[in-house]
């Protein structure tokens, strides 16, 4: 299996642009989480789906956040607009419901100027 | 509040040592409590511990956890400097969504 798949690996962006980070989970999983990190506030947990429909987006910072989840081999986290602070390190992860172990995507590293 | 606390935030050893992590937690529906590592790249799985007193053991990695006192430790004996990574420590916070500690930073030196 491929593992978690997510483009762009790296995305530098000036501010107010709009941001769309892929994420292609593992075939056969059914939960899928997205995951922000940065030095300052660590790993934080934005939103996950379960068989592609948002249970929980308690942790999406703001309105300019937005995620989709259309079928069950794709998922979207999109930034509009982008502010420098947006700046992180997005992953993605999935996991099969009753196996907690959350697998990682390799990240995508965002630069928002 | 859910909360997951780690300690040290950061410790440098020389290869050969053992070290000890800590990681305490508060959270209010318990399932298990998840152990990764993380050196430049994604956090990749070490641990799921469910049970108390129970030590799961990888390599010279190993883990505990005690449910009464609500901590686990992760000890690396042998350390080497391929060990050199951010360990991270993940609790439940309501259903199938976990949050993370700040992480320890472990560097060992040649």
């Known amino acids: 299996d491929a593992g978690v798949i997510q483009s762009p690996r790296h995305e530098v962006t000036e501010m107010g642009q709009e941001v769309t980070l892929r994420c292609k989970p593992i075939?056969?999983?059914?939960?899928l989480f997205w995951y922000r990190q940065t030095m300052m506030r660590g790993l934080e947990l934005l939103i996950y789906?379960?068989?592609?429909?948002?249970?929980?987006d308690s942790g999406m910072p703001e309105d300019r956040f937005s995620a989709k989840m259309p079928n069950a081999s794709f998922s979207t986290l999109k930034i509009q607009p982008s502010e420098p602070r947006d700046s992180a390190v997005y992953f993605c992860?999935?996991?099969?419901?009753?196996?907690?172990?959350?697998?990682f995507g390799p990240g995508t590293r965002l630069l928002v100027l | 509040e859910d909360k997951v606390v780690q300690s040290p935030l950061s410790l440098v050893v020389h290869e050969g040592d053992t070290v000890t992590l800590n990681c305490s937690y508060e959270?209010?529906?318990?399932?298990?409590l998840l152990w990764y590592k993380q050196e430049k790249k994604a956090p990749t799985f070490l641990f799921m511990l469910t049970s108390s007193g129970i030590e799961k053991k990888s390599g010279r990695l190993s883990s505990i956890l005690d449910k009464k006192e609500l901590f686990s430790i992760l000890n690396i004996t042998a350390t080497q400097t391929g060990d050199s990574a951010v360990y991270l420590c993940a609790g439940p916070s309501g259903t199938y969504k976990y949050i993370f500690g700040t992480g320890t930073r472990l560097k060992v030196l040649a």
């Open positions: 075939s056969g999983h059914d939960y």
């Open positions: 992860a999935s996991s099969f419901a009753g196996r907690e172990t959350q697998y």
């Open positions: 789906f379960n068989n592609n429909v948002p249970i929980d």
């Open positions: 959270v209010t529906n318990f399932r298990s």
